[in-house]
């Protein structure tokens, strides 16, 4: 697989709908020869994963607004110009703490999350019904969902 050079305009891109935030690949895996992929997460207040982990590392910029996150044992409301890094076997979640939706830069390494979001977009539409098909779609893309502390 060949690297190929990335040039994203701002609304360019493919977006999904996963667990009530907006998710818009950036740099796409298939662009990295898998090494990385970037997404642009819009998270309304209080929408966000659940506490979950998975083998990747997974790097967190707050480009607006605010989002509290859970990486370990830490737990905070972070705002923009944050920066967050949760090692690959961290139990982790985030989601909006801001009354405007917070957008967060979400870099994967190696690329392995852009799957699981699109089985996601597709399966996940009727909530709370569709959320029982969640720990299955995680459990195929090495992602354990997790209670929370």
């Known amino acids: 697989m060949d690297k190929q050079s990335v040039v994203m305009k701002r609304g360019q891109g493919e977006t999904l709908s996963v667990l009530g935030t907006s998710v818009r690949f950036l740099c796409e895996s298939e662009k990295t020869a898998n ?3 970037v997404m642009e997460v819009v998270l309304p207040k209080d929408q966000g994963p659940p506490p979950h982990e998975h083998p990747w590392d997974e790097a967190y910029y707050i480009l607006e607004g605010q989002a509290r996150f859970q990486v370990g044992d830490m737990e905070a409301v972070f705002g923009a110009g944050d920066f967050l890094y949760a090692p690959g076997g961290v139990v982790h979640a985030f ?24 089985e996601v977009d597709r399966e996940v539409k009727a909530m ?22």
């Open 95 to 118: 989601r909006g703490a801001s009354e405007a939706p917070a957008r967060v830069l979400v870099m994967d390494a190696p690329a392995a999350a852009e799957k699981f979001f699109r």
């Open 35 to 37: 090494g990385f992929s």
């Open 128 to 149: 709370p019904q569709d959320l029982a098909k969640l720990p299955e779609i995680g459990s195929k893309h090495q992602l354990t969902f997790r209670t929370a502390a």
